[in-house]
């Protein structure tokens, strides 16, 4: 075992990929020689040179159809996009192409596609550098969308994200990336896209975050233990699509309320989705509304510390959120 942040687990992710297979290569602006904005590929270009870890023009769209291209030579890219603000100017390649081709070609053609992403809100990233973009992709039959919470999950989540044959859109917490710790073994086995993590187990009040906000939900979840006696489930969803009903669902049913937490603006946020889902499929075990909690409605995370504090939801917010729901 080993402890090691989010981004360190990330890089030993990305270097191991690219010691076991030739096919693997990283290309994203400034990821090469300067090893990336936030340092996730340092070291890869020295040790495996300018063909497999490229630095790319500033143009999100060329790289994600570089990318696309690559991967219906069967090559195995990993496409890093600098911040999730910028994603934009890739969506046609993204939905239009990457995500559609498996269908489009009736399962002839494959994309073995990752898009490395760092998403979410950080203190003085403002307008540019703090967009939340999962509802937005998650909307894409055809793409997954993988958001891990803990070191482990994000070296094991990269590599199922590697091997799976069609493309995957792999978000990062890049406020989590140095505060997030935890153990991580020398060997693992690679995760595939799609089961939920059961971060903490408990009977009174189910919990469903991913993320950041999952690492703040197990600290908000273990405060209310020792202060209100509450036992909150922590349910760490760690892929989005194909979301792992079964698991939302069981919690659910288990403790007839629930609470989701996330970081990106209210109105058509994924938690309208899952409380969307726990309505539709397990109305009748529901023994209060489906809260939900996030960032406000407004367009861009503010400058001003204070007013940042006030729109990321933190520990302290959770908290509060599951006093309330649970004296419903």
Known sequence: MAEMTLIEAIRTALDEALAQDERVFVTGEDIGRRGGVFRATQGLY??????????SPLTEMGIIGVGIGAALADLRPVCEIQFADFIHPAFNQIVGEAARMYYRSAGGWQVPLVIRVPYGAVPGGGLYHCQSVEALFAHIPGLKIVVPSTPRDARRLLHGAILDPNPVLFLETKYGYRQIRGEVPEQDAPLLPGPARIAREGGDLSLFAWGLMAFYAEIAAERAAQEDGLDVEVVDLRTLHPLDQESVLGSLRKTGKALVVHEDTRTMGFGAEIA?????????????????????DVPAAPFNRGMFDYFLPGPDDIFAAIRELAAY
């Open 46 to 55: 020295e040790k495996y040179g300018a063909r497999r870890v490229m630095d």
């Open 276 to 296: 969307a889902l726990l309505v539709d499929e397990a109305f009748e075990y529901l023994d209060g509304p489906v809260k939900r909690l996030t960032a406000p």
